[in-house]
């Protein structure tokens, strides 16, 4: 497991654009061999039921803010190989999100907010870096914080990036955006895949 803080400089890499909460991301297939069996998938979102969220209250400019950053897609899907088999192809899945922003555990006084993603079989990168938006009157959404870039070879995941900022001591207005990048085994189709997510806006006090 590897960390290091990519900056701003993940910009240049090109990244798709997919908007999704905890969107699924079919991204790659390949032929599998009759007696081998994928495992069990990852989970990579927050176990339902933990937290309610809602856009009630929030006003309705800031909603239209965050929906400015938004990508344009949800999913990322690949079609079978040509050489896939009657038996069927391979297909390996892999689940990108960005969770709500909250009153972090990790680090006193400070709201965080996280990316993840996870595969349900090994790949050859797993990458992600997380993002913190928070509304500043007059101004719309500003990027607040970037977590560091956490990445491992030859994993499923998951893998999680945090982005945090300080407690003003007000309700504010925060949402977290990830990118995520997979490369597949050699084989596969496509051979690489990216995505970016984002929470929903959450009004946070702390």
């Known amino acids: 497991m590897h960390s290091f803080n990519l900056g701003r400089t993940r910009r ?6 997919t908007a999704a909460f905890g969107a699924t ?46 990508g344009e897609r949800s999913t990322v899907t690949s079609r079978p190989a040509a050489m896939a088999t009657a038996a069927g192809p391979a297909v390996i899945n892999c689940t990108a999100s960005s969770d709500w922003p909250h009153i972090s555990r990790e680090m006193p006084s400070s709201v965080d907010g996280k990316s993840k993603i996870g595969c349900d079989a090994v790949v050859e990168y797993l990458g992600v870096q997380a993002e913190l938006y928070r509304y500043l009157d007059g101004y719309g959404f500003s990027l607040i914080g970037i977590g560091s870039l956490d990445y491992d070879y030859r994993s499923a995941g998951p893998k999680q990036s945090t982005a945090f900022d300080f407690c003003r001591g007000i309700p504010q207005y925060y949402y977290t955006k990830g990118y995520q990048t997979v490369v597949f085994p050699a084989g596969f189709q496509p051979p690489a895949g990216t995505a970016q997510t984002q929470s929903p806006v959450i009004e946070v006090t702390c």
């Open 12 to 17: 240049a890499l090109g990244y798709a654009s």
């Open 25 to 70: 991301l079919i991204m790659a297939v390949a032929p599998a061999p009759a007696q081998a069996a994928l495992p069990v998938p990852v989970a990579a979102v927050a176990p339902a039921g933990t937290v309610i969220v809602t856009t009630k209250g929030i006003p309705l400019e800031v909603q239209l803010a965050a929906k400015k950053g938004a």
